[in-house]
């Protein structure tokens, strides 16, 4: 059954969502601590609304970073994560720089579709928010696409809808394919994590509870 009409406008995403544009989110690092751990890895996925009003993913970007100046990279982080930092595929771009780029789809679409900002999506989502506010604060960009502090946490969710927080076990639950062996990429987790929120997004709509009439 189709939407009603008015709905199909491009003001749908941001009817969904009180006018913020959710755009997952995942973020490498050098540890925990925001302020001091080097931010190594980001990637974010930009999603869209079919003419049914479901959530799905419509394009991904990711970068590689260079350790900020003075910034601690735990060795640990490193084997956990599986980053090389020497590795002369990597590529890795200036923090700031980086950052710039993956901002500019983002402003682009949080226009597009009528939206006032974006909000993060992330798994453990405060993490990958504290960590992208400390590195917009430290290369000094005026104003972040994303809320603040408002998010939204795909382990809560997931833990909601299907008993587990752990990504790869809500995936599972979720029957979405995940590969261990590729976790821990921000790239790979992204998009799963993008995966598990439309899923559990689209399944509440069927449910009923969106929109609400």
């Keep these: 059954m189709d939407m009603p009409e008015e709905l199909l406008s491009p003001s749908l995403m941001a009817q969904r969502f009180r006018g913020f544009l959710p755009v ?31 959530l799905q993913i419509k394009e991904s970007y990711s970068k ?41 789809p983002i ?21 990958d928010l504290g960590f992208v506010n400390a590195a917009i604060n430290r290369n000094q960009i005026k104003r972040s696409p994303f809320h603040p502090f408002s998010c939204f946490d795909t382990s809560t969710l997931a833990g909601l809808a299907y008993g587990q927080t752990v990504l790869a076990k809500a995936c599972q639950a979720a029957e979405i394919d995940f590969n261990n062996r590729d976790a821990h990429s921000a790239l790979y987790d992204t998009v799963k994590t993008a995966e598990l929120f439309c899923k559990i997004t689209n399944r509440w709509k069927e449910l009923g509870g969106w929109p609400i009439s």
Aim: aromatic share 6%; glycine share 8%; net charge negative.
């Design 24 to 54: 997952v989110v995942d973020v490498e690092t050098g540890g925990f601590n925001s302020r001091t751990d080097a931010l190594l890895e980001i990637a974010a996925v930009i999603l869209e609304m079919d003419s049914q009003g479901n």
């Design 64 to 104: 590689n970073i260079d350790p900020f100046p003075g910034s601690v990279v735990d060795q640990a982080a490193l084997e956990f994560t599986g980053i090389d930092l020497y590795d002369p595929e990597r590529e890795p771009e200036e923090e700031g720089e980086a950052l710039r780029d993956i901002f500019r």
């Design 107 to 127: 402003r682009k679409e949080v226009s597009d579709r009528g939206c006032t900002r974006s909000v993060m999506v992330a798994h453990n989502a405060h993490f």
